[in-house]
């Protein structure tokens, strides 16, 4: 498993720096900085995000993991061209989607970016099979009838479902429609896929499948994939986490290999705790509740690291 990872992991990156047109372009293909979302509703408003960094690199799998209300799904959304931010700044693929026209947010939305929603009944076509489906959006987009059986034939190769391309969805699994879900949103080859939930409604076993699919997608592709989950499961499926808590990213796990004293290969997982520019950390909630930390901390610099310690009250 460790050798697959780490051969889709290099192959993604060769996809993607000659899609960008060379390596010096690879960093910095999601860029958000001090992003802010504000909801006003009936007089009252919700901070959704507060003040949220995150750095994606181009041909990246990455996970986006965080409980209902942490502000994961409103990320999703602006980044997609859903919904426009407050303030900060939010880029993809060189579009500045606080200042995109309507015109221009919707041929972001076309022609960039693709989107995998969790409920299945909004990806495709009940009325369509699965070669249809996939096909539709390249016909939209004003592509011709070969070109559209072409692509289509290549994407339901690449998810494992070129054997049910005369299926129509409601003849398919829980699993299997997903599948088919990430070769329609891959359709019209968008520099970036976001995928929603996309395994919530699935057994462990689908939802590998799915993560298989994703994986394969994002290696052959060279196409940037980003997962919101509040699974924390899903951190051993890719190797970069993000969680966020409070409308800001607090946390990645980051998972790499490294050779072990038998001199086999093993995949090692690393929690950090992330820091903002402005030099704020978020504590991780269990070692809060270990150490009963509340309100204030000491501090205390050493050569090499940071203590904190729980504060003493007056």
């Known amino acids: 498993m460790t050798e697959d990872l780490a051969a889709l992991e290099r192959r993604a990156g060769e996809r993607a720096a000659a899609r960008a047109g060379g390596a010096d372009r690879l960093a910095g293909h999601i860029v958000c900085d001090g992003l802010v979302r504000i909801y006003k509703t009936d007089g009252v408003e919700v901070v959704a995000l507060q003040g949220l960094d995150l750095v994606v690199d181009r041909g990246e799998l990455l996970a986006i993991v965080g409980a209902s209300g942490s502000g994961k799904s409103t990320v999703l ?177 980051r998972r790499s290999a490294r050779r072990g004293t038998d001199g086999t290969e093993e995949l090692v997982s690393e929690e950090y705790a992330v820091l903002d520019r402005n030099g704020r950390l978020q504590l991780p909630a269990a070692f809060v509740e270990a150490l009963t930390l509340r309100d204030r901390v000491r501090l205390t610099l050493e050569p090499d690291h940071v203590a904190v310690r729980p504060g003493e009250e007056r």
């Open 77 to 253: 959304n602006i980044l997609s061209g859903l919904d426009v931010p407050t303030a900060g700044v939010a880029r993809v693929a060189g579009y500045d989607l606080l200042n995109l026209s309507a015109k221009s947010r919707l041929a972001y939305r076309r022609r960039t970016v693709g989107f995998v929603w969790q409920q299945t009944a909004r990806n495709l076509l009940p009325y369509l099979d699965v070669r249809e489906n996939v096909e539709l959006p390249v016909r939209l987009a004003g592509g011709g009838r070969r070109a559209a059986r072409a692509r289509a034939g290549e994407l339901l190769e690449l998810v494992g479902l070129a054997d049910r391309a005369d299926r129509r969805p409601g003849r398919l699994s829980g699993g299997e429609q997903q599948r088919c879900a990430v070769a329609v949103a891959l359709s019209n080859d968008p520099e970036v896929l976001f995928a929603d939930e996309p395994t919530g409604e699935l057994d462990e076993a689908t939802a590998a499948e799915v993560f298989g699919a994703l994986r394969t997608v994002n290696a052959e592709l060279g196409v940037t994939v980003v997962v919101v989950t509040h699974d924390r499961n899903v951190a051993g499926e890719v190797r970069r986490a993000v969680a966020i808590r409070d409308g800001r990213t607090a946390a990645e796990v």
